[in-house]
């Protein structure tokens, strides 16, 4: 330990008496460090630990599926549930959940709420208790004892205001009395969603005989030395005899079984991969610059380390001196690069709050965040010390120790590994700039694509007629005719559309479909589907669409009316190519008469396309029904105005309590902001990508300054004899630039082709332009030239000025 503690001691001198090289050291280290660090963070809550619940890797996931359908995981019906829990033996529990949107009422302002409703088991499963109460009870699963809800911590604090009194109480709930039995913890977070409150799953006799209805998700926790394998085998086994059973129902569902965590991280690989990638690249040219700077340091300490071989210091002992050093100056960077970490993250939840779901922001530095980070700066610490460590640690005593100064052999070997250490710096550069360059015209692509309708002045929220008071159809359709046209009158509106389903959303709503005349698809891969909204008459002309043929729905498409339908110019391309699609008829898989015969709907009119799924999906086939002729209790309003649409909302939400004083609006927000908020993510990736690009760039470049100044530094000499002899200061200036230039041009050469294999993985990320772009490979290589150019030229430049008499005399 003494020689250990006697190299610190060394150590700390020989940078503090250095406090330039020092801080410059530790800046360079720490914006490498902190940008990997804040990355880290960030993925291992979003991917590597999204949910702290104990032994996660026994937490699995169970599906139906139907791949024939185009259907690998789809949620579970009640009676297979059922089904698989009373005959499987390789699970220790097993519970369902699904989503509801509920309204809140008689507590303030009525509020709607993000419900799970679920088993009893699930708490005990997950392995959670309340802070406050208890769970439900397997006998709260039956109907009529249903009628209890466990609160989540935010929605205690938020509307009850943390009062400890509030278990026990009852609180209305679309209509509905249900008893406060518990509050969770702030930690707790259930998978899917952000939720408000949980209640229990309570199935009817009518819900377990409907295998059909497939709406709930399974979660099951494995038993102690159990395998995933194992687990699907049987799960599958009894899927079959069910099948055997009910092969109507279930016709081509299987089962499959997916580990919690793969689920939960699933779609984030790529996009996180890219951003380590950019900020290990950032990383490693801080490192070649730092590898630079030593070099000219121990340039500098030959003399002393000369020295100090010749007096009998070993070789290892001078490389373990310098080596400690840099580990000294790496954990420096690493402490600082936290604190950087800490604010990056905040920063880059505030620029895509949905990272905030898994609540980025409260998580402090955990065990893995400070492992990772110092596994990082040791990392480091050798990437950026050994080689001149172990270049400086050998050097020709007899040359070294003469006044003279310094080796010709020693200055040629650091000249060729600065050059090296250059060429890596833009190479890495190149790809990042490649990299950044294709997200932002990637970006610049979605915003600037055309996503079918006028999303300017155009107000959204949602309205969910989900309790006793709306048990009907013929209930729900009544509050709307009432209410839209209240809506329609206020000043600045223009228009008010009502739908299931807005444009640019995750979600959607697909069904079969078969054309009267044509015979129904039974390949596997050629299913008929199209995605179906409901809409009222005036959606159109609130969502600034088109009818491109044809007519859009009246008033007299009404409950009693025939039942008619609109589609959008994709599918009338792609089922009617050569023909008009105008009075053919029609009808949905999931629409049938008493007698279990179809119901044809007719072709009114073809509208054009909008991009439901987002603005870089190409449109699919869609099918508009009247709202009217099958209301659904969860509605989507879209408010056209002529003036600033925000200013409308407390005028819309008085008419809506006027209307019903127990109902809520939520989601309100202009559609602009939906749509910023959809692509967020990819905004977040083109800025990152961007700074991490940026910094690259001008690291790069401060790599490339600092061989040039150096090798000028050293052909001072030699630069005074040209001048002497007569050349002309331009030649000084091509000589220099041409030295730097050279470099560059490798760097480069070496950069494109990686760019070009990296951005492979970039593939799938793109839109609207390919990852092999030659306007954005030739713009970024003018760039990193350009910005080289000039880096070379103020050292070069410097060249220019050496008096001949001074360079002589210096010698």
Not at 473 to 483: E, Y
Not at 645 to 664: C, F, M, T, V, Y
Not at 746 to 758: D, H, M, N, R, T
Request: glycine share 8%.
């Amino acid at each position: 330990m003494q020689p250990l503690w006697q190299d610190l001691r060394y150590a700390a001198r020989m940078l503090v008496k250095t406090p330039g090289f020092t801080l410059i050291a530790v800046v360079t280290l720490a914006l490498g460090i902190g940008a990997n660090t804040a990355i880290f963070t960030i993925l291992n809550a979003v991917a590597l630990r999204p949910f702290d619940f104990e032994h996660t890797e026994r937490l699995v996931i169970c599906w139906e599926s139907n791949p024939e359908k185009n259907l690998p995981r789809f949620y579970v019906s009640a009676p297979n549930f059922k089904d698989w829990q009373a005959q499987q033996s390789v699970f220790e529990q097993m519970a369902v959940f699904k989503e509801a949107d509920w309204t809140l009422s008689g507590v303030g302002e009525p509020e709607m709420l993000t419900v799970g409703v679920m088993t009893a088991e699930m708490f005990a499963l997950l392995r959670v208790k309340p802070l406050l109460g208890r769970a439900f009870t397997a006998t709260e699963e039956q109907p009529g004892r249903e009628q209890v809800v466990v609160l989540t911590h935010k929605l205690w604090q938020r509307r009850f205001g943390g009062d400890r009194g509030v278990v026990g109480r009852d609180i209305k709930l679309n209509g509905k009395d249900y008893s406060v039995i518990g509050v969770m913890d702030a930690r707790f977070r259930l998978m899917g969603e952000d939720y408000d409150a949980f209640v229990p799953a309570a199935f009817t006799p009518k819900e377990l005989t409907q295998r059909g209805v497939k709406n709930y998700m399974v979660v099951a926790r494995l038993k102690d030395g159990v395998t995933l394998q194992r687990a699907q085998s049987e799960i599958t086994a009894i899927t079959e005899r069910i099948n055997q059973n009910d092969p109507e129902e279930n016709e081509g569902f299987g089962a499959l079984l997916e580990n919690f965590q793969t689920v939960y991280a699933r779609g984030s690989g790529q996009f996180w991969g890219v951003l380590f990638t950019a900020v290990g690249f950032v990383l490693l040219i801080g490192c070649a610059n730092l590898s630079n700077l030593l070099l000219a340091r121990a340039a500098a300490r030959q003399k002393e380390i000369a020295i100090r071989l010749s007096v009998g210091a070993s070789r290892w002992r001078v490389i373990r001196q310098l080596l400690t050093e840099s580990f000294s100056l790496a954990l420096l960077g690493g402490a600082l690069g936290l604190l950087l970490a800490a604010w990056g993250k905040d920063l880059i939840v505030a620029l895509d709050p949905g990272l905030d779901y898994y609540r980025v922001k409260d998580l402090g530095i955990d065990y893995a965040v400070l492992a990772f980070t110092l596994l990082l700066s040791l990392l480091t610490a050798l990437l950026f010390g050994l080689a001149p460590a172990a270049h400086a640690s050998n050097p020709n005593l007899n040359e070294t120790l003469k006044d003279a100064g310094h080796s010709a052999s020693g200055s040629a070997r650091r000249h060729h590994i600065r050059n090296l250490l250059v060429i890596s710096e833009v190479a890495l550069a190149m790809v990042l700039l490649v990299g950044a360059g294709l997200t932002f015209r990637s970006m610049r692509a979605i915003r600037a694509a055309n996503p079918g309708f006028n999303p300017h002045n155009l107000l959204t929220m949602m309205l969910t007629l989900s309790d006793k008071r709306y048990p009907d159809a013929a209930k729900r359709a009544t509050f709307f005719d009432q209410l839209l046209p209240k809506l329609a009158a206020l000043p600045g509106v223009q228009a008010v559309g009502l739908t299931n389903q807005l444009p640019i959303s995750d979600d959607d709503s697909h069904f079969g479909f078969v054309i009267e005349g044509r015979p129904k698809k039974v390949n596997k891969n050629d299913f008929d589907i199209a995605s179906f909204r409901s809409i009222n008459p005036a959606f159109f002309s609130a969502m600034g669409m088109r009818m491109l043929r044809g007519r859009a729905f009246t008033e007299r498409d009404n409950q009693i009316g025939p039942r008619v339908a609109i589609i959008n110019e994709t599918m009338a391309k792609r089922y009617w190519p050569n023909e008009d699609p105008l009075g053919k008829r029609l009808s949905f898989d999931n629409e049938e008469d008493k007698e279990k015969q179809p119901i044809w709907r007719e072709i009114v009119g073809v509208v054009n396309d909008v991009k439901h799924q987002g603005l870089d999906k190409p449109p699919v086939a869609e099918v508009y029904y009247p709202y009217i002729q099958r209301p659904e209790e969860a509605v989507f309003l879209a408010v056209r105005s002529t003036v600033d649409p925000k200013g409308l909302i407390p005028a819309i939400r008085q008419q809506a309590l006027n209307q019903d004083a127990e109902q809520a609006l939520s989601g309100v927000e202009t559609m602009e902001e939906r749509m910023a908020n959809f692509v967020a993510s990819d905004r977040l990736l083109a800025l990152l990508l961007g700074v991490f690009a940026a910094l690259a760039l001008l690291l790069a470049a401060l790599g490339l300054y600092g061989v040039i100044a150096y090798a000028v530094a050293q052909r001072t000499h030699e630069i005074g004899i040209r001048l002497a002899l007569g050349a002309q200061p331009g030649d000084v200036l091509r000589l220099a630039l041409k030295q730097g230039m050279l470099t560059v041009l490798i760097g480069v050469a070496v950069g494109l082709p990686l760019a070009l294999g990296l951005t492979q993985l970039m593939k799938t990320m793109l839109f609207g332009v390919k990852e092999t772009d030659p306007l954005t490979f030739i713009v970024m290589t003018l760039l990193l030239m350009s910005v080289a150019l000039l880096a070379c030229y103020v050292p070069a430049r410097r060249a220019t000025k050496v008096d001949p008499m001074i360079a002589l005399r210096c010698e």
